[in-house]
């Protein structure tokens, strides 16, 4: 039978693995949500004046993708380090979840109506939705250590 | 009073003492300073590429450094805030935490970074716009931006792993 044993992992016997990984694992996170806050500002009406939501999706999206990318492979090898305790962690699961619908509703919501550079209501729910999502990505992956 | 007992003193103040002992404040405190971390991040990273002329070039660098400013500046505020309570909280362990102090001296280099490169570059856009390629000095001050403030984060990060050897 295969059994995982964490303590067979590379991460769980070198002293700076970990903090090196969640360290990426924050610039990543900083890079992607970020790069997102910009354009949610802007459709909040809170944002840039002279760009439109549309431009400022073009410019920001390739860098919204280096963010998520490093997260997404970091992240993994975090989770590596002791996947009993993430599955049985209720803050990874809900975490898990809201990184799904953030991940989901960033292509395919908030781009189309990103694109579509809107005015007033349609403007501030997308991009309020998306500011919540990401945040709550954030505190989740934070309480993960607290619950 | 030694530098020591003035960070005890800070850590047995009504407010660290409520924050370290709350379960719940403190991890919010804390996500808090993520999010802003994310908010701030996200600023800076543009702010300083368009000054390597790597993203936005469609936008002149007045738009894209001022518009993106007030939040730079809440996002940093926020930011700030909650990590001066979180030190606050656990005075005495960051005194004897190297992190902190390596922390603190990027702060200073920061705060260098800003005397020699603010009013030369980031309030300075109208003539970088104006000037034929994007001048050296703003790309220098962009790469240093971005250095240390992921130097900031790492050690940030760092200070939790610190141990005080009994």
């Given at each position: 039978m295969l059994v995982y044993?964490?303590?067979?992992?590379?991460?769980?016997?070198?002293?700076?693995?970990?903090?090196?990984?969640?360290?990426?694992?924050?610039?990543?996170?900083?890079?992607?949500?970020?790069?997102?806050?910009?354009?949610?500002?802007?459709?909040?009406?809170?944002?840039?004046?002279?760009?439109?939501?549309?431009?400022?999706?073009k410019d920001t999206m390739p860098w919204t993708l280096v963010g998520l990318a490093v997260m997404l492979m970091t992240g993994p090898l975090i989770f590596s380090s002791d996947p009993n305790m993430y599955l049985r962690n209720e803050s990874f699961r809900f975490k898990m979840g809201a990184l799904l619908i953030a991940i989901l509703y960033n292509y395919t919501i908030h781009r189309k109506v990103a694109k579509s550079n809107p005015s007033g209501a349609l403007g501030v729910v997308v991009g309020g939705v998306s500011l919540l999502l990401w945040v709550?990505?954030?505190?989740?992956?934070?309480?993960?250590?607290?619950? | 009073m030694t530098l020591l007992a003035i960070f005890q003193w800070l850590q047995s103040t009504e407010v660290a003492t409520a924050l370290r002992e709350s379960s719940w404040v403190y991890p919010i405190v804390m996500a808090t300073h993520l999010?802003?971390?994310?908010?701030?991040?996200?600023?800076?990273?543009?702010?300083d590429m368009r000054l390597l002329g790597l993203v936005m070039r469609g936008s002149t660098v007045s738009d894209v450094v001022g518009g993106l400013r007030p939040w730079k500046h809440f996002?940093?505020?926020?930011?700030?805030?909650?990590g001066i309570f979180l030190a606050l909280s656990k005075a005495e362990f960051y005194y004897?935490?190297?992190?902190?102090?390596?922390?603190?001296?990027l702060f200073l280099l920061v705060i260098v970074h800003a005397?020699?490169?603010?009013?030369?570059?980031?309030?300075?856009?109208?003539?970088?716009?104006?000037?034929p390629v994007i001048p050296a000095n703003a790309k220098v001050a962009a790469c240093l931006s971005l250095a240390l403030w992921l130097g900031i984060v790492s050690f940030g990060r760092l200070i939790g792993y610190y141990e005080i050897k009994p």
């Open positions: 044993d964490p303590s067979t992992n590379p991460l769980n016997n070198n002293d700076w693995a970990f903090p090196l990984l969640e360290i990426l694992h924050i610039a990543g996170f900083a890079f992607s949500i970020g790069t997102i806050a910009i354009v949610d500002l802007k459709l909040l009406g809170i944002g840039m004046r002279n760009q439109s939501s549309a431009q400022l999706l709550s990505v954030v505190f989740a992956g934070l309480f993960i250590a607290f619950v | 999010s802003g971390m994310a908010l701030f991040g996200g600023m800076i990273l543009i702010t996002g940093l505020l926020l930011t700030a805030t909650c004897h935490n190297p992190f902190f102090w390596c922390k603190l001296a005397l020699v490169f603010r009013n030369s570059v980031y309030r300075n856009t109208a003539a970088i716009d104006r000037a």
